[in-house]
């Protein structure tokens, strides 16, 4: 069994998609991940051709996974809504959308869970301000500030990032 730390950004799917089906080509099948998908196992396997994808689901169905089930896909929980599927294929690299919209309406999922979190933190973190600028021992205030910034800062640029992958979906389309 091999075990490979590697961080990853939900945007960078397709950079981790191509990375697993390099190490799949090497002879390392993927087994399971773990730590949100930033560990990942793999088992020795004879070299084959697999297409891996990585996927958001806000809810995983029975439907769903039936479907994927009987068009030849392995699926893998990341955790949080995220899941990695693995076909093996000989000829064509099979695709898991087959339309654009779909990617857009995945993403558009990801960006509406984020800007909520970006609001909940900016609200958690304006209320913590507000109450130590009304404390009289203001020695926190200057912290607490910049953690918030790093924080919002932080959230801006994923946001920022989901939304320049949906645009580049729009310009496929």
């Avoid at 773990?34 to 806000?58: H, M, T, W």
């Avoid at 769903?64 to 949080?80: A, E, F, R, S």
């Avoid at 507000?130 to 203001?138: A, E, R, V």
């Amino acid at each position: 069994m091999i075990k490979i730390f590697k961080f990853w950004w939900a945007w960078e799917h397709e950079m981790i998609e191509n990375w697993l089906e390099e190490m799949e080509l090497n002879g390392h099948r993927l087994v399971e991940t773990k730590i949100k998908g930033l560990l990942f196992y793999f088992e020795r396997c004879n070299p084959v051709k697999a297409r891996y994808c990585i996927d958001y689901q806000s809810k995983l169905t029975p439907d769903y996974v039936t479907l994927l089930k009987d068009d030849g896909w392995d699926l893998y929980q990341i955790g949080m809504g995220w899941y990695i599927l693995r076909k093996q294929y000989e000829d064509e690299r099979p695709e898991l959308y087959t339309d654009f919209e779909s990617l857009i309406a995945r993403n558009k999922a990801l960006l509406a869970i984020l800007l909520v979190a970006t609001i909940m933190e900016c609200v958690s973190f304006g209320n913590m301000i507000w109450d130590t600028y009304n404390d009289s021992n203001k020695a926190m205030l200057p912290v607490l500030c910049i953690m918030g910034s790093a924080i919002l800062a932080f959230f801006s640029f994923v946001i920022t990032n989901v939304v320049m992958q949906i645009t580049k979906f729009r310009k496929k389309h």
